[in-house]
């Protein structure tokens, strides 16, 4: 045999190989296949930041006692500052970082809206120059990968214009998405992706339109007839789901302790609503990723005999701008997956340190943590992190909340000085009760249980009896709302 016929019987073999590889890939039933993609949210870009100028008209301003602004002495920082929106430089670091850390190796992007800065009176035109921008960048970014994008409450509100404002988007976006996609966008700025090889389904959402804007009306722009006819369609073809939208069902965790309307941000009967149906689809939905809170959290969503079925990633935002719960170091978040079960597997969350990135004039995007070893979890799914998060109220836990504590103003604060016990019970509330009744008597019953017990008149500082209390608080707090989880661990 001559070597070149060698060559020839051997590439012919290797050709042979690699066919029934594919095949072999093809028809097992398990050709699961690991993937990545990127969520990222809020980046609030605010065209106007400037690190020079007069700083009392800019957002560096600080208020005064009677509400007048006065200026600031701190130098301004080329990638941001806590009291402002996403100069440039930042935006275009974010996008760099994203390329960088992972390449082209991603199946698409998740993009949960409030694109734009914090500008009440901004004109809907200036808005939507803004995000043209944005858009603009992240094609470049990533210009052989579909980017998912939804409607943030910053954003060009088209619930305001009507159709015409859902199709001036839709015009940007149209090369991500196809034209069933278009069509729902147009109608009212939600749409679903078949991923045609694969059983995932992507569900994106118009949350604006469960908010106050939209009144009284029962199903705004039919969204909640869509979802649960997309739903019911992907029980019966056996798909799995993501629920994506930008503003999440339940309350802000960064509310200290107050209980203000503020941070319900869908209305009550919308809240239930999402929630009714969450529980009934839990089998088929396999992740929920949403923004907006600016900050790094999650909930859990209880089947009514209080079993854990499903959970939601909050991903922080790219601005630092302190919202009225707090400010954060801009963050990134990179998911991986199951890309045909659609079963997210871990995350990486990527941070920069906002201050460090301005003394030293170069933003260093660094992995912040892994969340599987963050905090020690076999898994991601909701039983996990309930388990997690009902050791946040056991003393042994305490290393655990303090990790999550850190993660959630991204390192913006580095200890849980400055959340007391009370802090920490609204965070274990808001992740665990997202209906809004369960929520305020989880706060509640801790208060009455603290009363009842007669040791408010001691005049101990409030938040050194709920600390000293917490396990009797968290116990009582189990037995009144969730009855039934006597079989699951909870330390
Ligand atoms: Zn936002
Ligand atoms: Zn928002």
Known sequence: MTPRRQDFFSSRKMLFLGLAFHLFLLLSPSAARIGYFWHITDIHYDVHYSVSGDIRKSCRRTENKLGGAVGNSRPAGRF?????????????????????????NIEFVLWTGDGVAHSPGVSGDHQLERLKNLTHLLRHTFSSQFVFPVLGHDDPNPGLHFGQG???????WRPWLPTEAIQTFNKGGYYTIERKLQKLRLVMLNTNLCSDIVGNEEDPAGQWAWLEETLQKSQRNRETVYL?????????????????????????????????????????????????????????????????????????????????????????????????????????????DLDAANRQNVAEWQPEYNFTDHYGLNEVSAHELHNLVESFAVQEGATLFSRYYRANSVRFHHNTEGCDASCAHTHYCAITRLDYQEFRSCLETAASALASAGVIALCIPWSLLVLLLMPLLHALVQSVLMPSFGGLHYS
């Open 80 to 104: 941001g500052d806590h009291n402002c929106d996403s100069p440039w430089d930042l935006v275009e670091s974010a996008a760099k970082a994203m390329k960088s850390k992972h390449g082209d």
């Open 166 to 172: 859902y199709r001036d988007v839709a015009n940007y």
């Open 244 to 352: 994506v939208g930008h503003m999440p069902p339940g309350v802000d965790e960064r509310q200290n302790g107050g209980i203000s309307p503020y941070h319900e941000v869908f209305q009550a009967r919308f809240n239930q609503r999402y929630l009714r149906l969450v529980r009934k689809y839990s089998d088929i939905i396999v992740g929920q990723f949403f923004g907006h809170l600016h900050s790094d959290s999650f909930r859990i969503v209880y089947s009514d005999t209080g079993r854990p079925v499903s959970w939601i990633f909050l991903t922080p935002a790219v601005s630092p701008k302190k919202t009225p719960s707090g400010a954060n170091n801009p963050g990134l978040r990179l998911y991986k997956f199951d890309t045909d079960s659609g079963q997210v597997l871990d995350y990486r969350q990527y941070y920069l």
